[in-house]
Each structure stands twice: as C-alpha cells, then as structure tokens.
C-alpha cells in the first residue's frame, strides 16, 4: 500500500522567495516520485520524476526536488518564485516493478500562491 | 504529435441523466488510466484500461460506472442516473507501457450535475 502526505494545503511565498512544498510517502517497495502542476482548469502537466537514479531531480521551469530514503520525503523546491509559479502541486508515487506499478496515488495538493 | 485529448471540455447533466466522457490517447500509447478529481481532494485512481481489456478497476464505484476502450476509437468513461456526488474532475492519462513512469495526462472534463 501506498500514501502521500502533503503538508500544507496552503503555501504563500513573496515573489523572489524560496518556494518549499513539502511531501512524505509510505511505499512498501521502491518508489517512483512524481510532482505535478495544475493551473486552473487544466490538466496536469509534469514538474518531475524519480526513477532510482540520482536522488536530487531536476525539473522544469526551475523545480527540483531530493528523494530522501532515510525520511521518506521528496519535498519540491524553487530558489526564486515567480508569478507564474501560482498553481496547485500535486505529489504522487507509485510502485516502480511489478504488482500495480501502473497506479498513481496522489497527495491532497498544495495550494502555491506567490504575493508581489 | 498530440497529446492526450479528451472531450467534452466541461459536461453539465442533470441529475438521472447520462454523463459519457471520452479520451484519445497520445498516437501510439495502448495503456489508458481515468482518475477522479473530487473538490479540494488530489486525484483518486478509477481504472485502467488496455485496448478491450479492462486491467484494473479497482477505483470505480460498483454501480453506474463503467469503461471501454475498443479496438478501434476513444476510451469511455460512462456514468448511469448521474448524481451530484458525481459532480468532480476526470482526468485520463495514456503511456506505452504498463507504468506510471511514462504517463501524460488530459486536460480533464469537468462534470457538473444540476
């Protein structure tokens, strides 16, 4: 079984500002970690992945973020927040062989608000 | 190169009525996943689906709901006698392969029930 905690459902960042969305995962095998944007109204579109390689994940438009074995975490940080990161971020893991490896089980999502 | 496309964009029934939502994969993947995204809730596996196979439907509710995904044209995610409960965020997602490693989602299709 599989679970995702996002702390914080709400995150308010002045633009400029180190963005931290934190999330903890439960996973009885080896993960894989995804983080996920959401703009309003639509779909969501992938930040990042961790696959088992390299344990800090670059992704797009200047996200990142450190699986940590030890504390089950993959907490997404962005040194400078802008305007445009305003959106909601979803945390998601699935199972990386076998068994339902095909299914996502996402975290409630974290509201970003970013203040000028 | 398209990606994931699914229709209608926002669906409003009434209640009792027939809701039908539909996704094209991205051309080339065989491997459809619909999850429901409730208000204020992340995103809740339903089902997932190979061409005329149904592999997993472990997150669909056991009445009303069903899906398809023919051999030939969209997967369907059909819902009976809609209630407002149903009222939620559906969104599907296609990869080649049987793994999250690979998805990309829809845009969604917003169901209200009036």
């Known amino acids: 079984a599989q679970s995702v905690t996002q702390l914080g459902s709400h995150v308010s960042v002045s633009e400029g500002a180190l963005v931290l969305l934190r999330c903890n995962y439960s996973s009885s095998v080896p993960p894989y970690l995804f983080w996920y944007v959401q703009y309003p109204n639509q779909g969501l579109q992938l930040l990042l992945k961790y696959t088992s390689a390299a344990t800090l994940v670059k992704g797009i438009n200047g996200f990142e973020a450190e699986f940590k074995k030890s504390e089950t975490s993959f907490h997404l940080t962005k040194p400078s927040a802008h305007m445009s990161d305003a959106a909601e971020y979803f945390c998601a893991v699935s199972g990386n062989s076998g068994g339902s490896n095909y299914k996502l089980t996402f975290g409630k999502g974290t509201l970003l608000t970013v203040n000028p | 190169n398209a990606g994931v496309m699914q229709n209608p964009r926002h669906l409003v029934r009434r209640r009792g009525q027939e809701a039908r939502l539909r996704c094209s994969p991205v051309k080339g993947h065989s491997h459809v996943y619909w999850y429901r995204q409730l208000p204020e809730e992340g995103l809740k596996f339903m089902v997932y689906?190979?061409?005329?196979?149904?592999?997993?439907e472990s997150g669909m509710p056991k009445e009303r709901f069903s899906a398809e995904f023919p051999k030939e044209g969209p997967s369907i995610l059909r819902i009976q006698q809609v209630v407002r409960g149903d009222s939620a965020a559906y969104f599907c997602a296609s990869s080649p392969k049987d793994t999250s490693y690979g998805y990309t989602f829809g845009s969604g299709t917003r169901l209200t029930v009036v």
């Open positions: 689906l190979q061409k005329e196979n149904i592999i997993d």
